[in-house]
């Protein structure tokens, strides 16, 4: 009796280390959103050599971070029309780009994204 008791203890230990394990590991891919208030459409790329993603103007995109390179990533905005560079910034943890029409700011995700948006601009 006493060897199933510490049996039943000893699996229950093992089922919390890996409940822990598991945990962990799916809380350590941090979450990457762009939000494109008011700004020109924008091509991200959200660490080297990743996917490049269209972003237009009044869009929000989340970035699939499963398979992601460790951090700090190297972040890259450009605008899709003449391939300026809005953004090149390094950042760590939950990340949040904001598109706006004087540019690109990246950080931690916020409630806000500032003002409102002043509209789209005109294509072309």
Do not use: Y
């Not at 700004?39 to 959200?46: E, H, L, N, S």
């Not at 869009?59 to 460790?70: C, I, R």
């Amino acid at each position: 009796m006493k060897k199933s008791f510490i049996a039943i203890g000893l699996t229950a230990l093992v089922l919390v280390g890996v409940a822990v394990f598991l945990s962990s590991w799916l809380a350590a891919k941090p979450t990457f959103q762009v939000v494109n208030v008011d700004g020109q459409a924008v091509d991200v790329v959200p660490w080297v050599s990743g996917p490049s993603i269209a972003v237009g103007c009044g869009q929000t995109e989340s970035v699939d971070t499963s398979n992601a390179p460790g951090q700090p990533w190297l972040v890259t905005v450009t605008s899709q029309t003449g391939h300026r560079v809005f953004l090149r910034q390094e950042g760590s943890g939950p990340l949040e780009v904001i598109v706006r029409r004087g540019g690109a700011l990246i950080g931690a995700p916020a409630p806000s994204v500032g003002p409102a948006g002043v509209g789209c601009p005109a294509a072309g």
